[in-house]
């Protein structure tokens, strides 16, 4: 199971950060890579980027200068930071194991 | 503006056999396994499709994935009112760096 936690309301121009905490299995032996996802209300689905437990990254290429995911083994979690947020950054951010398993999702909203 | 194309909606009646289309390119769809996914509202995608034409456990078997070239369908059998929902394709696009690119969606109506 995936649970994602983090504030749900941040300021415009500060950075977004989230956790995803990973239950029922090892981050680091699963051999899966851990995704962030988000979703505007009404809209569709948006990859933000991944990360293996191995510490290497994909992120998609529109937001790739604000983003960052990082992963902590030890706490068998991963995180997302993206910075400089603004109103379209308000979003429902899903974390995902791999292609198959979704956190039921976070509401953040960027407001002032 | 979505890298691979869905039609925004379908509609069907209860028992009728529904189908939707996802285009793409030979960077994404052409060369990578299709991945479709069902939204209902207020939660999280599910995987109902993986590999083109898998079925995770507990998925039934009404719903069923193809895919030829550069195009992919899923397909829903005995329409039932509870298939009402979003239904998502996605796969990966080596164009660029390696990245996993969803359609825009498509909103199923049952009648």
């Known amino acids: 199971q995936l649970q994602e936690s983090g504030p749900g309301l941040v300021k415009p121009s500060q950075t977004l950060s989230l956790n995803c905490t990973v239950s029922g299995g090892s981050i680091g032996s699963s051999g899966a890579h851990w995704n962030w996802i988000r979703q505007p209300a009404g809209k569709g689905l948006e990859w933000i980027g991944l990360?293996?437990?191995?510490?290497?990254?994909n992120y998609n290429s529109s937001l790739k200068s604000r983003v960052t995911i990082s992963v902590d083994t030890s706490k068998n979690q991963f995180s997302l930071k993206l910075t400089s947020v603004t109103a379209a950054d308000t979003a429902v951010y899903y974390c995902?194991?791999?292609?198959?398993?979704w956190g039921p999702g976070t509401t953040v909203i960027v407001s002032s | 503006q979505s890298v691979l194309t869905q039609p925004p909606s379908a509609s069907g009646t209860p028992g009728q056999r529904v189908t939707i289309s996802c285009s793409g390119s030979d960077s994404n769809i052409g060369s990578n396994y299709v991945y479709w996914y069902q939204q209902l509202p207020g939660t999280a995608p599910k995987l109902l499709i993986y590999?083109?034409?898998g079925r995770p456990s507990g998925v039934p078997d009404r719903f069923s994935g193809s895919k030829s070239g550069t195009s992919a369908s899923l397909a829903i059998s005995g329409l039932r009112s509870e298939d009402e929902a979003d239904y998502y394709c996605?796969?990966?696009?080596?164009?660029?760096?390696?990245?996993?690119?969803f359609g825009g969606g498509t909103k199923l109506t049952v009648l």
């Open positions: 996605a796969t990966w696009d080596d164009s660029l760096s390696v990245q996993w690119v």
């Open positions: 990360i293996y437990a191995s510490g290497s990254t």
């Open positions: 995902a194991r791999s292609q198959d398993v």
């Open positions: 590999r083109n034409d």
